[in-house]
Every structure is written in C-alpha cells, then in structure tokens.
C-alpha cells in the first residue's frame, strides 16, 4: 500500500512538473496574441494617415496627429485628458506629456503606427535645446531591413513622408537610398549633417 501510494504522489509531482513547464512555454505565444491584436491596430492607423498624404488635412504637424488620432477611436491620446500636459501652445509638446506620464516613450526598436518626436526644430522654440523640448511630431508608417524609419508628418503645408535612420546619422543617403530626410534648411554646405531627422530625434511614442 505504501509503495503504491509513493508510487502515486510521484505521478502526481511529474505530471505538475510537466504543466508548469508547458504553461511556461505557451506564455510567449500568449504575448503574440496581443501584438497580434495591436498589429491590426497599427495597420488602421498607417492606412488612416496615409489617406491624408500629400495633401493639407489637419493644418500643421500636430493638428495632422489629432485627425488621426481622432479617426483611429484615439490611439494616441485622450483629447479630454490632454488639456492637463500643455506647458505653452505647442500640442506635440502636450501629446509628448501626456505619453511620458504614462510611461509610453521609448527610444529603440520602433513600430509602425507608433509617434516619433522631434525637438529644437523651431527657431522660436530652439533658444533651450534638449531632448525634451518638442517641437515637431509625425506618425511611423514603414520600417525597413535597414533600420530606415518612415514617417508621415505634415511639412511644407502638406502631409508627407520623412525618413530616419539612427545607424546613418551624418548622411541622407545611404548606397543611393534616401535614410535621412532634412527637418529644416541647412545654413552651409558644411553643416548639412546637423539638418537631419537623426539631430532632432526625440523619442517614439506607443500607442495604447
């Protein structure tokens, strides 16, 4: 009687053994499921911005996010909770508060549907330079093998495509591709590296 309850209490303990393990192993394909499900997401907002390419919806590069935003049921932010994060009248300013509030910033590995920011693009905004003083925001629709980030933003007066690549930081062109676009005009020749998007990179932005 004894040997067979011993015997027992072990199939017991190994069966356990076995189900924790195979729990263990399904936890990844768990996680799949739901960037699986943020995938579909991020598909809907690279489409919704893209319908506005090439032409002027949403009026500047902030007012472009929030149209955007709006017509992906607000992935981005809440536009009622946004009025609390404004320090001045820059929005991508308050849309970059509100993320980092709810630790949703981040520097590496970017995903399309997500925002990338930019900071010291303007001249009236520039006098304090740093990482965090925003002024210029756009929406990730493409990544490459590469590492090149491509990104729809609202310059010149209308919605079009930039790229950045943090690898290739000094060059807008990399085996005759186009890596870097150029955030601003460049005072000389010799200074075309610090006109690029990588000099201006902030940070990206998840969705939620």
Known sequence: MTKLWMSFSIAVLLLTGCAQKELSQNAPEIQQKVEDEKKELRTHIVATAMKHKNRQDGGDCSGFVTLVNKESNEPFFQTRALDDYYEDSRKSLA??????????????????????FFANTVKAYAKTKSADNITHIGIITRIDADETVYFIHHTKGKNLIGQMNLKYPDSSLYEHKVVNSYMEKCASKNSQNKCLAPEYFSAYGKIQ
Not at 97 to 115: C, T, V, W
């Open 95 to 116: 849309i970059y508060n509100y993320l980092a509030d709810r630790n949703r910033l981040y520097y590496e590995n970017p995903k399309i549907g997500d925002l990338v």
